[in-house]
């Protein structure tokens, strides 16, 4: 882009890190930066970073969450495959004993 308000629009160099730039793509580029430069497009990336920020601790508080009823094994909210062994166990013990218990005569 030539020039924007007397001053030069920042331009795409047409080549970066030894690859070239095709002509279109650096224009749509400029043109994309001239309107992210613009009060509407700082507004539209502002809410956009925001979404982003709020999505980001959202998950970073179930993972949070998530971690603390793991360390919390009396939890109702966890299942500790050890208690749940120890309960099979126990009821199994219950059940053969009443099955294989001797009879009084």
């Known amino acids: 882009m030539a020039k924007k308000d007397g001053k030069k629009a920042k331009r795409i160099p047409k080549r970066i890190g030894?690859?070239?730039i095709p002509k279109e793509l650096r224009h749509a580029g400029e043109?994309?930066?001239?309107?992210?430069?613009?009060?509407?497009?700082?507004?539209?990336?502002a809410t956009g970073l925001t979404m982003a920020a709020a999505a980001a601790s959202a998950?970073?508080?179930k993972q949070r969450t998530e971690a603390h009823r793991a360390t919390r094994?009396?939890?109702?909210?966890?299942?500790?495959?050890?208690r749940v062994a120890e309960a099979v166990g126990d009821m199994a013990d219950i059940v053969l004993e009443r099955i294989f218990r001797?009879?009084?005569?």
């Open 59 to 61: 998950a970073a508080r």
């Open 18 to 20: 030894g690859l070239k």
């Open 73 to 82: 094994p009396g939890d109702p909210g966890t299942v500790d495959p050890q």
């Open 31 to 45: 043109a994309l930066l001239d309107k992210a430069n613009s009060p509407a497009g700082r507004e539209i990336i």
């Open 102 to 105: 001797p009879r009084k005569a």
